[in-house]
């Protein structure tokens, strides 16, 4: 696979006269360093990160004009690291195969893969009903099904579900319904199952996450978004009282009746249909100002879930606290950049924003 008749191994070689930073990268197919032999063949090459259901991706396409390259099979799997030279390579994890394409004139090979964890059986149907489990237990459960090893924030873990269905849905769906009712991250990478408040700004092992400081000149396209907030004050969300049955509700964000959204499913006690309440209200208040930024000098080490701060931009822009929803790095003959999409950071310094919003202003 990619192999050629030199059989070339080894990472790539930079030229020491240069002053102007050069990207860097390791890329391994089955355990096989191939960053030399792609080093001169490299068209793109583009990781993203994402956060929930949504699959870390890989995107490689490279030069076959001599046609001595070899499509690689599905299910390979491809190790890569990026950064830049003369600095430690970011390992970016493995991912698996899913896509192989060979095109031309001129010929070239694009390879796109996906977060090798992300394994068919996580999107097998299955039929089950969890009673009187804690979010962590339910989420370790599952993890140990498919061989991962769970990270799961402390405070999230303790929450005690009554009664849930897994109804024909398969694991990744379930884990995704159950993140979006609580506010979490939900991801897969590198045989660890992550289930984590979203906007904690805080590792696995609950150390502070750094925050990434960005100024005008860090970038040369950006896209500041402002939505006014959908027609409603608050959330509500119904449950069932378990002594007579009757159907009651809690509010999140109004206490009014009036511009209230609903949500569509009645919960089994009062605390789940608060915690659903409040997750789709903080949903709310998060994606309210969106900050789209390419920085023209790539940061390797960004990710989702990074608090970021910008500055030199409008007030209310550099006012924001910011937290990356997705990242992707890309490698080509323009050079090395980061694109980061971004939205609000829950933070109390938000405040301010968000009561300007409930005006309508």
Known sequence: ??????????????????????????????????????????ISLSVSESRGDEA?????????SKNDLAIPKRGAEIKVSIGWVGEPLIDKGTFTVNEAEHSGAPDTITVRARSASMTNAMHERREKSWHGQTLGAIVRAIATRHSLKPAIGAAIAKIVIDHIDQTHESDMSFLTRLAKRYDAVMNVKDLRLLFMPIGTGKTVSGKPLGVIELTRSSGDRHRYHVAQRESYAGVRAHYHSNAKGKRKSVVIGGENNKN???LPEDYATEAEARAA????????????ATFDYTLARARPDAFPEMPVTVSGFKPEIDATPWLVKKATHTINDSGFETALEMEMRDDPTTARHRSHFRKGG
């Open 1 to 42: 696979m990619f192999a050629d008749k030199n059989n070339a191994t080894g990472r790539t070689a930079a030229p020491v006269d240069r002053v102007e930073p050069q990207a860097d990268y390791r890329v391994t197919l089955d355990g096989r360093d191939l960053s030399r032999l792609i080093a001169p063949r490299l």
């Open 56 to 64: 870390d991706m890989l995107d490689l396409v490279l030069d076959d």
């Open 260 to 262: 209230m959204k609903v």
């Open 277 to 288: 309440a409040q997750a789709e209200y903080d949903r709310t208040q998060r994606s309210q």
